[in-house]
C-alpha cells in the first residue's frame, strides 16, 4: 500500500499531476489557512474535493498555529496530518510519502524502500526546462517508523537518513502571482528581499535561481525521467517557458 501524504500551499495543478502520476492508495493532503509567514490563505483545497474521490484523496484542513515564527508553524502543520493517518487502516508495512506537494517521488522506488530514507531529488525552477541542482527533499518510510515519529522532525534531519537519487523537485511552478505569494509567505524568511515582488517577476520570467539570482541550466528537451502527465503537456502552458519566451 502506498499512502501519499502533501504539505499543500494551493498548487492544485501540481497535485493534479502528482495523483496522475503516483496513483497512490490514499492521497493525504494538508492544508493550513494561514500561509507559514502568517498571511491569511484560506483553505483552498475545499472546493476541489469532490473531483478526485476516486482517487482516494483525504483532506486535512488545520487551523494554522500563527506564532510569529514561520519554522514553527510550519512544523505545527506538518505533525498536524498524524490524527489523519491514524484514522486510515494502514498496515505496518504500508509505504508513507512525507513531502510537499511540487516534490515528487519515483513511484517505482519509493514503493521498494523498506526503510526510512531521505530523498536527493532533481530541482527545476519555474519551467520544466529549467533544471537548478540536486536538492534533498521529503522521507519515506513504512507505517511502523512513521506512526510514533515526529513528522516534522523527521524532514528536519533527513540529512542524518540514507537516500536515493530519484524523483523530481517542481519548485515555483505556479503563475507569476501564486509565486510571489509562495516566496513572500514561506518558510525560508531569510532569503527575502525588499523588492521581493519584483525580484521574483524577474526570475519568473528569465529562467534565474530566485533565492540567489544565479542562471538556471535551460535544457533543450524535457527530461525523460518527468511523468507523461508533464511531457504530454497536460500541465498548464507555464511549466514549459524557455527564455527567449516573454
Known amino acids: 500500500m502506498l499512502v501519499d501524504v ?4 494551493g498548487e492544485i495543478e501540481l497535485l493534479k499531476a502528482r495523483m496522475d502520476y503516483l496513483q497512490a492508495d490514499y492521497t493525504v493532503v494538508v492544508e493550513g489557512n494561514y500561509q507559514f509567514a502568517g498571511q491569511f490563505k484560506g483553505w483552498t483545497l475545499a472546493d476541489h474535493v469532490t473531483m478526485w474521490m476516486d482517487k482516494r484523496l483525504v483532506y486535512c484542513p488545520v487551523e494554522s498555529l500563527q506564532s510569529g515564527n514561520a519554522w514553527e508553524n510550519e512544523f505545527h502543520q506538518r505533525n498536524a496530518v498524524k490524527d489523519c493517518l491514524k ?7 504500508a509505504i508513507v510519502g512525507l513531502f510537499d506537494t511540487d516534490e515528487i517521488p519515483d513511484r517505482d522506488v519509493l514503493l521498494s524502500q523498506p526503510r526510512m530514507t531521505a530523498w536527493l531529488m532533481r530541482k527545476h525552477q519555474g519551467s520544466v526546462y529549467w533544471y537548478q541542482q ?5 522521507v519515506s518510510g513504512p507505517w511502523s517508523d512513521v506512526r510514533d515519529s515526529d513528522l516534522a522532525g523527521l524532514r528536519k534531519s ?3 537518513l540514507p537516500h536515493v537519487e530519484a524523483g523530481f523537485h517542481l519548485s515555483s511552478f505556479g503563475t507569476l502571482e501564486q509565486t510571489r505569494s509562495k516566496w513572500q509567505g514561506f518558510s525560508h524568511q531569510e532569503l527575502k528581499r525588499p523588492d521581493m515582488d519584483e525580484w521574483v517577476a524577474e526570475c519568473w520570467r528569465t529562467g534565474r535561481a530566485i533565492e540567489n539570482g544565479a542562471w538556471l541550466h535551460e535544457l533543450k528537451e524535457i527530461p525523460e525521467y518527468m511523468p507523461d502527465y508533464v511531457r504530454n503537456g497536460s500541465g498548464p502552458q507555464h511549466w514549459y517557458r524557455k527564455r527567449h519566451v516573454a
Not at 502533501?6 to 500551499?9: A, E, F, N, S
Not at 540536486?134 to 521529503?138: A, P, Q, S, Y
Open 158 to 160: 533527513r540529512h542524518l
Open 87 to 93: 484514522q486510515l487502516p494502514l498496515e505496518d508495512d
Open 6 to 9: 502533501v504539505l499543500y500551499g
Open 134 to 138: 540536486d536538492e534533498l527533499t521529503g
